[in-house]
C-alpha cells in the first residue's frame, strides 16, 4: 500500500484527491497547520479513513518529521495562500506560504533517505498577461499579482531541483477548477451561492467585479486525478491541465441564473468597481495537449454541469435558512 502525504487537505483539491487515493488503495496522510479553530468540514467525512499530521509550512523540521511520519512515496504540496485579491493586500505572506514554503518542503524530500515522488500545485496564474492564446507548457510567464508571482518562484524552483538533484518532482499548472467545495471568496461560488439565495429570497443583490474577465474552468475532482497520473509517468515533467474553453464571468452567472429559472440576471448584479483587480488577467484558455497524449488525461464534466453541480449544492445549503416572504419565486 502506498502513502501519499497531501499538504492543503482541507482544501477543494486535498480533499478530493484524498478521495481519489484512498480508491486507490493508498494510505493517506495530511498535513494540517494546528490554530485555534480548525476548518475540516471538506474533509470530515474522511477523518476515519487518513491521518491528519500537525506541521507548518513555515517551520522546516516540522516538515520533515511530517516525511518521516507518513513515510509518503508521493507527496502532493497543495497548501498555499491562495486567494488572488488576498495576495494584493498581503504580499510578504503570500510570498512566504506560496513561494518559499515550496523550497521548504523540496529540501525536506530531497534530504528523505528514500525515494519520494514530489507534485507542486503551479497555476494559470503564473500566465497572467498570456502572451499567447491558447496557453501551453511553453508559453512565456507574466504573473499580474503576487499570487501569480509567488506560485511562479514555487514552480520554478521544483524544476530547478528536479534538474540540479535528478529528483522526481512535477508541476502541474492546472486552469481554474471549481466544484461545490470552493471557497466563498472566490468569484464562481460567489456567484453560485448569491443565485441561491436569491432564488430562495434570502438575498436582493449579488455584488461582483470585472464580469469580462475570461476563464477556462474545469471540475477540481477532474483535475485532481491529472495529479496522481503525472507522479505514475516513468519520467517526471510538467503539465497544462485545462478544458481548452473559456467563458467570461458574465457566461457563469448568466448560467447560473438560468439553471434555477431567472432570465433577468441584471436585474440582481450589482457591479462594484472597487472589486476589480489591481492588475486584471483578462483571458486565459489551457492547451492541455501534452498531458492528454502521455497519459489520456481529458476533463468530463462540462461548464454547464459544473455551474448546476454548484448552485444545486447552495440552494440546498441555504434552504434551511426560512425565506422572505413577498419574493415573486
Known amino acids: 500500500m502506498p502513502n501519499a502525504l497531501i499538504t492543503g487537505i482541507t482544501g477543494q483539491d486535498g480533499s478530493y484527491l484524498a478521495e481519489f487515493l484512498l480508491e486507490k488503495g493508498y ?11 480548525f476548518n ?36 502532493y504540496n497543495l497548501a498555499a495562500m491562495s486567494f488572488v485579491a488576498t495576495s494584493f493586500q498581503q504580499p510578504v505572506a503570500t510570498g512566504e506560504y506560496t513561494a518559499l514554503s515550496v523550497v521548504r518542503m523540496l529540501e525536506a524530500v530531497r534530504l528523505a533517505d528514500w525515494p519520494i515522488r514530489f507534485y507542486q500545485a503551479s497555476t494559470s496564474e503564473m500566465f497572467g498577461k498570456a502572451q499567447t492564446v491558447p496557453q501551453n507548457e511553453r508559453t512565456p510567464f507574466y504573473p499580474r499579482s503576487p499570487y501569480g508571482v509567488a506560485k511562479l518562484y514555487g514552480h520554478w524552483i521544483t524544476v530547478n531541483f528536479r534538474e540540479s538533484h535528478n529528483m522526481f518532482t512535477c508541476s502541474g499548472i492546472l486552469f481554474n ?26 438575498q436582493d443583490k449579488l455584488v461582483l467585479g470585472n464580469l469580462d474577465a475570461q476563464r477556462d474552468w474545469g471540475f477540481a475532482g477532474d483535475y485532481v486525478e491529472a495529479m496522481w497520473q503525472m507522479l505514475q ?97
Open 27 to 37: 494510505q493517506v496522510y495530511g498535513m494540517v497547520r494546528r490554530t485555534s479553530t
Open 40 to 75: 475540516n468540514e471538506r474533509i470530515r467525512h474522511l477523518l476515519d479513513r487518513i491521518e491528519l499530521i500537525d506541521a507548518d509550512l513555515l517551520d522546516q523540521l516540522s516538515l520533515i518529521q511530517a516525511l518521516r511520519q507518513s513515510q509518503a512515496d508521493e507527496v
Open 177 to 202: 477548477h471549481e466544484s461545490a467545495r470552493r471557497g466563498h471568496e472566490f468569484v464562481t461560488r460567489k456567484i453560485s451561492r448569491g443565485v441561491a439565495s436569491i432564488k430562495l429570497g434570502l
Open 233 to 329: 509517468q516513468d519520467k517526471p515533467d510538467d503539465y497544462v491541465i485545462a478544458t481548452g474553453t473559456t467563458h467570461s464571468v458574465r457566461d457563469f452567472v448568466v448560467t447560473a441564473f438560468a439553471h434555477v429559472g431567472i432570465h433577468d440576471w441584471q436585474r440582481y448584479v450589482e457591479i462594484d468597481p472597487q472589486l476589480y483587480r489591481p492588475a486584471e488577467v483578462d483571458q486565459l484558455i489551457g492547451d492541455a495537449s501534452k498531458a492528454r497524449q502521455r497519459f489520456g488525461w481529458r476533463p468530463r464534466v462540462t461548464f454547464e454541469e459544473l455551474v448546476s453541480m454548484m448552485v444545486d449544492n447552495d440552494l440546498q445549503q441555504v434552504s434551511s435558512l426560512p425565506p422572505r416572504p413577498g419574493r415573486p419565486f
